[in-house]
């Protein structure tokens, strides 16, 4: 089974602190064989919250996704946005 990064942004960092993240973050996401499905982009929320931003990320299988999160090179990335962005992420099995 597929394996998502679904990322619900609060708040957004500034620009080039968002930026920097990315960077660092898709090179950790290619390494474990991830792709960005949706990164930012026009939106609109029907229910719940507004969000500013969604990034979803797709990973040949669960197990992948969550050692991306895990590797030393997306908690590279990680200490870049950590206080300068709020937002939930949840880690989640395709069907």
Known sequence: MKGYWI???EKVAE???QKKYAEKATIAILKYSGK?????GKNISLEG???P???IAEFPSY???VKCYNSNEYKEALSILKGNAKRNLQIVEGI
């Open 7 to 9: 990322s619900i942004y």
């Open 15 to 17: 620009t080039e602190i």
């Open 36 to 40: 960005i499905l949706v990164r930012g």
């Open 49 to 51: 919250s507004i969000s």
């Open 53 to 55: 931003r969604t990034v």
């Open 63 to 65: 197990e992948n996704a």
